[in-house]
């Protein structure tokens, strides 16, 4: 079935660090690929997404290239700020579906030192 | 102006009662789901409900039965909790495939 796999957590970096969370995916048709940002006692927010492959979505220092070969969709930052601590999800969804399900990755925790 | 909001934010309760928890959009979405975040912070889709028809019902117990009035809203009841009910249950809701969810800020329920 459709799935999603990231790297185990925590991933305890210093400030100013390279990040990069590792996600790959197995789906039967062509997903649409999400990152989602859950930050301590709040929902998901949409960070960005990519819907066909080669796409590079972005958005706040963040980015991930959607790579059909390799079925991944790894996430990275140039430098981390501590307000950056959150949990991470890697999601798909598939655009064959008519039900928009998102199915997502079991989360990475991030901490961010001073 | 909150997107999506859900009410109550933490919910305190025994084993064997009965509660709801209530979700509400002003996006103009026609789709809304509510998904379970258990202690490891895995999310899992339980219902989905597309201009208030049911799409999505997986594989959840038949205490918890979801209830849409209106493409706006939908609601969560719950009979009969069990202590393994205890999660963060959010709403979310999504015009398409491509664009993502806008997710609520999630209902804290505690069974004891």
């Known amino acids: 079935g459709d799935s999603v796999t990231q790297m185990e957590g925590p991933v305890t970096l210093s400030e100013e660090a390279f990040l990069t969370i590792n996600c790959t995916y197995t789906a039967t048709g062509y997903p649409s690929l999400f990152w989602y940002v859950q930050y301590p006692g709040e929902g998901l927010q949409l960070l960005l997404k990519?819907?066909?492959?080669?796409d590079k979505g972005s958005n706040k220092g963040f980015e991930a290239t959607y790579r059909k070969e390799t079925t991944s969709f790894h996430l990275e930052k140039g430098s981390v700020q501590v307000s950056d601590s959150a949990v991470y999800f890697c999601?798909?969804?598939?655009?064959?579906?008519?039900?928009?399900?998102?199915?997502f990755g079991q989360g990475t925790t991030l901490q961010v030192k001073p | 102006d909150t997107a999506v909001s859900q009410t109550p934010k933490y919910l305190v309760t025994q084993m064997g009662n009965d509660k709801s928890i209530k979700c509400e959009q002003n996006l103009g979405h026609d789709t809304m789901y509510w998904y379970k975040q258990d202690s490891k912070k895995f999310l899992k889709i339980m219902f989905s409900?597309?201009?208030?028809?049911?799409?999505i019902n997986e594989t959840v117990p038949n205490r918890f039965s979801p209830k849409s009035p209106d493409k706006a809203h939908l609601n969560l009841h719950i009979n009969s909790l069990e202590l393994g009910d205890s999660a963060v249950y959010f709403c979310a809701s999504s015009q398409g495939t491509p664009d993502g969810y806008t997710f609520g800020s999630g209902t804290r329920l505690t069974v004891v």
């Open positions: 990519a819907t066909k492959a080669d």
């Open positions: 409900y597309n201009n208030k028809e049911l799409i």
């Open positions: 999601a798909l969804s598939l655009r064959s579906s008519n039900t928009g399900k998102l199915i």
